[in-house]
């Protein structure tokens, strides 16, 4: 395996390479993330893994410079796995203020957007870079990050870029609580309260297999679920799974999302709904 920092680095070690799969990552690699490189391990014969923390898709407020860098103990994990591993600084992502950014489509002002303004503008900005940079033909994300998988699969046919996207199922742990970097935050009583978010959607889910179409009063029964446990939520919603729109009358294809607070802790998960 290859550590590289720089540009010119991973364009000489990736020029003749033809069968590139990407996972693009912010580091703090848990068992989530080696799941996608296993995934990119089958699928190419060049595994790539970026480790960045985009500066530009966190607001004023977030957990930039908190967010954990562990790039020793990431390479640890990612050894047997990928073959390259770019991690690169903000000075050599950013050589100079970025003025160009991808505008990305209505729905990133809504659901996560709507608490994040900004984020998935610098969230598919950075994506296009590493697309541009790394040249793969397939690129793996994981579906808990539904709403960026969505925006990201736009951008890709929008911008008729030759990458096949692959969604990964969500990673769980056994109470199924989501994987993620920021459940790190948790106190020891949070983390036992967190897998209700998974729980709440599950519950929501068994009613629209039911037959329920009162998607407004679903996502309020499953507001005041958590907030009578002391969340404090953002949102959860029914929506369709591709452009992530209010769900016309008849639409088969559905994904609940919810986003909340517990604690200082913001997490996000999601469970499809295939009626």
């Known amino acids: 395996m290859q550590l590289i920092h720089t540009v010119s680095e991973l364009r000489a070690r990736l020029g003749n390479e033809k069968s590139i799969a990407f996972v693009p990552t912010m580091g703090n690699l848990h068992e989530g993330h080696i799941?996608?490189?296993?995934m990119a391990r089958a699928r190419g014969s060049c595994v790539v893994v970026s480790i960045f923390?985009?500066?530009?898709?966190?607001g004023p407020n977030e957990d930039f410079d908190k967010y954990p860098r562990t790039l020793e103990a990431d390479c640890a994990k990612l050894q047997g796995l990928a073959d390259v591993v770019f991690a690169p600084s903000v000075d050599e992502m950013?050589?100079?203020?970025q003025t160009l950014f991808v505008e990305p489509p209505p729905v990133a002002n809504e659901l996560c957007g709507a608490f994040r303004p900004g984020h998935f503008r610098g969230m598919a900005t950075v994506v296009l870079k590493l697309f541009n940079l790394v040249q793969p033909q397939i690129a793996i994300f994981g579906k808990k990050d539904y709403q960026q998988l969505a925006i990201i699969r736009q951008m890709v046919t929008q911008f008729n870029l030759p990458i096949e996207i692959v969604g990964a199922e969500t990673s769980r742990a056994k109470?199924?609580?989501?994987l993620s970097s920021r459940n790190q935050y948790l106190s020891a009583e949070e983390r036992t309260e967190a897998?209700?978010?998974?729980?709440?959607?599950?519950?929501?889910?068994?009613?629209?297999?039911?037959?329920?179409?009162?998607?407004a009063a679903l996502e309020q029964q499953a507001v005041s679920a958590l907030a009578k446990r002391g969340w404090q939520v953002e949102y959860v919603?029914?929506?369709?799974?591709?452009?992530?729109?209010?769900?016309?009358?008849?639409?088969?294809?559905?994904?609940?999302?919810?986003?909340a607070r517990l604690g200082r802790t913001r997490l996000i998960d999601n469970l499809e709904v295939c009626l």
């Open 195 to 215: 897998a209700w978010m998974s729980r709440t959607l599950q519950d929501a889910g068994k009613t629209l297999a039911g037959g329920s179409k009162d998607y």
């Open 94 to 97: 950013y050589p100079e203020a």
């Open 237 to 259: 919603a029914v929506r369709d799974q591709v452009g992530l729109g209010v769900p016309a009358a008849g639409e088969s294809k559905l994904v609940i999302l919810a986003a």
């Open 53 to 58: 923390v985009n500066p530009i898709q966190f």
């Open 35 to 38: 799941e996608l490189v296993r």
């Open 175 to 178: 109470d199924g609580l989501a």
